[in-house]
């Protein structure tokens, strides 16, 4: 299950990878991770999503955690 939406009002691009809630999130600048109880991760949001891009970060260089 995977869902992708961007949200236009705060230009931000949110990818749902599982419908377990949402127990905590880390942030670092434009990114922030979501993650259930267990520490799986289950939304990435990236804020500002086209400064992100033209700033050359490569989401697949992104390293996120199981």
């Known amino acids: 299950m995977q869902k992708i939406r ?3 009002d705060v230009a ?4 749902q ?3 377990e809630p949402i127990f905590y999130a880390e942030d670092d600048g434009q990114l922030i991770l979501h993650y259930s109880e267990d ?3 289950v939304l990435v949001e990236i804020l500002d999503v086209q400064k992100f891009i033209a700033s050359g970060n ?3 260089m992104l390293t ?3």
């Open 39 to 41: 520490e799986k991760l």
């Open 64 to 66: 996120i955690r199981d």
């Open 58 to 60: 490569n989401p697949q």
């Open 17 to 19: 990878v599982s419908e």
């Open 6 to 8: 961007y949200s236009p």
């Open 12 to 15: 931000a691009l949110l990818i």
